[in-house]
């Protein structure tokens, strides 16, 4: 099992909850895992990346080179473009469909949405609408995990117990809500 996954949006989104909830569903399999984080303007709105990497065998490097990501999750669309370089061909980009507008020139969505549907193997997310349902919009990023979920090569079932396990501190509402959040982003993507 080899999986490497770059996860993209901007400072505030949960990119680095996403990335925590796999590091540990990776590591209650017992799978190799590197994980590199880049963040942006290092403040809420500005650029944040991961690349997680996830494999049976020994992993040498925590960057994902060009072309070899087999996912790209992203919780903006329009910084799901920004990774398609290290897209690879059989690659699939899983995104948001809800912008956020951190900048006074940011494209056309529908446009920006076009190019993603042109560009690779892709899933047009409606997380917004998912969180809503699930109870709280701060369960966004936990929706797209849900969605992503099939792309991820870890069950459905290993993500749920590392959703409980991150956010036990939190109470049981929280735990719930959020896996309410996932199970819904998994169904409303026909995952």
């Given at each position: 099992?080899?999986?490497?996954?770059?996860?993209?949006?901007?400072?505030?989104?949960?990119?680095?909850?996403?990335?925590?909830?796999?590091?540990?569903?990776?590591?209650?399999?017992?799978?190799?895992?590197?994980?590199?984080?880049?963040?942006?303007?290092?403040?809420?709105?500005?650029?944040?990346?991961?690349?997680?990497?996830?494999?049976?065998?020994?992993?040498?490097?925590?960057?994902?080179?060009?072309?070899?990501?087999?996912?790209?999750?992203?919780?903006?669309?329009?910084?799901?473009?920004?990774?398609?370089?290290?897209?690879?061909?059989?690659?699939?980009?899983?995104?948001?469909?809800?912008?956020?507008?951190?900048?006074g020139n940011y494209p056309d969505l529908d446009e920006l949405l076009k190019n993603i549907q042109e560009s690779a193997k892709h899933l047009l997310v409606d997380a917004k609408s998912i969180a809503k349902?699930?109870?709280?919009?701060?369960?966004?990023?936990?929706?797209?995990?849900?969605?992503?979920?099939?792309?991820?090569?870890?069950?459905?079932?290993?993500?749920?117990?590392?959703?409980?396990?991150?956010?036990?501190?939190?109470?049981?509402?929280?735990?719930?809500?959020?896996?309410?959040?996932?199970?819904?982003?998994?169904?409303?993507?026909?995952?």
């Open positions: 099992m080899q999986k490497n996954i770059i996860i993209a949006g901007v400072g505030g989104q949960g990119i680095l909850t996403i990335a925590s909830i796999i590091d540990l569903a990776a590591m209650n399999l017992g799978l190799n895992l590197k994980q590199a984080e880049v963040h942006g303007m290092s403040q809420r709105g500005g650029a944040v990346e991961s690349h997680l990497r996830i494999s049976s065998d020994e992993i040498y490097s925590d960057l994902i080179p060009l072309g070899k990501a087999d996912l790209i999750l992203s919780i903006e669309p329009m910084e799901s473009l920004r990774y398609l370089p290290f897209l690879s061909p059989e690659g699939m980009i899983v995104t948001a469909t809800e912008p956020y507008e951190n900048i349902d699930a109870g709280s919009p701060k369960t966004f990023n936990i929706a797209m995990l849900g969605a992503a979920s099939a792309y991820l090569g870890i069950d459905a079932e290993e993500l749920e117990k590392a959703i409980g396990m991150f956010f036990e501190r939190k109470g049981d509402k929280m735990v719930e809500m959020n896996l309410r959040a996932f199970r819904l982003g998994r169904e409303n993507c026909d995952n």
